[in-house]
């Protein structure tokens, strides 16, 4: 493509989380809504976007990669836009690094993408990192298109400052999205077909508002009027922080059927002093507490958590307390990470970072504890009868996959069709899925 043309199909490609998974379908749509159309499967887009995540280290050195990737033969490429918050972080440092990219776009910005592809194709090179007062989300195209199971941006940005964490430098502040913008996107995204929505923010049950009577809500309130939704048959939300979970909220978890039996709660860590070194003003202890008191309102609450190995200054025996902490809650999945010092946060600067090797060791022993509970959690799940939503077709002929109220993959055989809501028994536990086999047709 010559510079000078504007482009007539893209490609989007979300790193990290789900509210990257979110941003890069809504920037999808607002690509579209320019006329400029899904490059198929296999085949060049004209423009690429590479939505970046900066949470670690290995996710920024993904995006140069990438980019080397997209080079042709000829030494020429795609139009290449790197969003997201890499972009936001480092965009100078890309516009040097790379001369192929053309643009770079923060995660607050990307409404005004459109504009900066005209002017990307007028030979300019573009930087648009800012936070503008004008919300993106009022910008972008309305919901017109939706899979089963859809996620929907509730609040972004996060004011607490862990002391290893980037996102409070990318993201922005905390910032809730209006009520009514919420109820609208989500009964847009039902009547295109979603059955499933999880609502997503980076301390998602920070979110709060005011409905329509004037009546100010939180997390709980939004949940409980998402649950009149008619045809909307699942609600879940992500990543919560423990200092956020509300008693509402714990008890809604017991009262709204809608609400899946489902907790990501990341705890980090299981010392106090680390914790407390983190930042994340919570204890061990105060944190088991709201794990007992949502057990209490729904026994059968599937737990997940996030942790950092290796913060620094963590000792041997302060690691040992992260496994103790586990072997408390025995956590039906997580995610675990070695900590990466990232530029600008206040743990970069500490004494004492840890060497990588016993990051690694650290690493190997939790991750075993934790595949180990979530393998016994699955295999615990075995005869049960749950309904499962259909999300897509598996591996095998006449084989689908969809999610059991737990979050675990289920796959089984059957005359179904993707939206599905069907019963099934859970047969048997498979690493990191179950299989299972359909009782009835559909349900709803
Ligand atoms: N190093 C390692 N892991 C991190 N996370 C956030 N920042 C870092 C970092 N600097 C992890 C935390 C968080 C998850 C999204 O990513 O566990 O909950
Ligand atoms: Fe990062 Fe902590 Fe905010 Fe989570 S709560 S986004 S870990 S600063």
Same mark, same amino acid.
């Given at each position: ?10 490609? *989007? ?17 607002? !690509? ?17 976007? &590479? ?27 795609? &139009? ?59 910008? &972008? ?13 509730? @609040? ?25 913008? !919420? ?15 999880? #609502? #997503?923010? @980076? ?28 045809? !909307? ?63 209490? *309102? ?34 039906? @999945? ?7 010092? /990232? ?9 004492? @970072? ?7 060791? /650290?690493?190997?022993? &939790? ?21 499962? !939503? *259909? ?30 809501? *069907? ?22």
């Amino acid at each position: 493509m010559r510079p000078t043309q504007i482009p007539k199909t893209y490609r *989007v490609k979300s790193f990290g989380c789900q509210m990257n998974v979110y941003d890069g379908e809504r920037m999808a749509e607002l !690509l579209a809504e320019q006329g400029i159309t899904a490059a198929p499967e296999g085949e060049e887009a004209d423009l690429v976007v &590479l939505n970046t995540c900066h949470i670690r280290e290995k996710a920024a050195e993904k995006v140069y990669s990438d980019i080397g990737r997209l080079r042709r033969d000829d030494g020429s490429s795609p &139009l290449i836009a790197v969003a997201g918050c890499v972009a936001q972080a480092e965009g100078d440092e890309i516009m040097a690094r790379a001369p192929a990219v053309k643009m770079v776009v923060g995660p607050q910005a990307y409404h005004r993408l459109p504009e900066m592809i005209r002017e990307a194709t007028e030979g300019k090179r573009v930087t648009d990192t800012d936070m503008p007062a004008e919300t993106k989300f009022d910008a &972008l195209p309305r919901r017109r298109r939706s899979g089963p199971a859809a996620f929907l941006t509730v @609040q972004e940005g996060c004011d607490k400052f862990c002391t290893y964490c980037v996102v409070p430098y990318t993201r922005g502040a905390e910032v809730s999205r209006p009520h009514a913008d !919420l109820i609208d996107e989500a009964k847009r995204l039902v009547d295109a077909g979603a059955r499933e929505i999880t #609502l #997503l923010g @980076q301390n998602v049950n920070a979110w709060y508002g005011e409905d329509a009577k004037g009546r100010k809500v939180g997390l709980d309130g939004l949940i409980r009027e998402l649950a009149e939704i008619p045809d !909307l048959a699942r609600i879940r939300y992500t990543t919560s922080h423990p200092n956020d979970m509300t008693e509402g909220l714990i008890t809604a978890h017991g009262e709204v059927a809608k609400l899946m039996p489902f907790l990501h709660l990341p705890v980090q860590a299981g010392n106090d002093r680390v914790l407390k070194a983190m930042n994340r003003s919570h204890t061990a202890e105060s944190y088991l507490k709201i794990l007992d008191r949502v057990r209490a *309102v729904r026994p059968d609450i599937a737990l997940s958590g996030d942790f950092i190995v290796g913060f620094p200054g963590e000792t041997d025996a302060e690691f040992e307390d992260t496994l103790a902490l586990v072997d408390t809650v025995r956590y039906a @999945q997580c995610f675990s990470f070695k900590y990466s010092p /990232r530029a600008g946060t206040p743990a970069a600067t500490m004494e004492d @970072q840890i060497p990588l090797a016993v990051m690694d060791e /650290r690493l190997q022993r &939790l991750q075993a504890a934790l595949l180990r509970d979530q393998f016994a959690f699955n295999t615990a799940s075995v005869g049960k009868t749950c309904d499962v !939503l *259909v999300e897509r077709k598996g591996k095998h002929p006449g084989q689908w996959v969809g999610k059991s109220p737990w979050l675990q993959s289920v796959h089984f055989t059957g005359d179904v069709a993707i939206g599905d809501i *069907v019963t099934v028994e859970l047969s048997e536990a498979i690493a990191n899925s179950i299989s299972a086999r359909l009782l009835s047709p559909v349900t709803a």
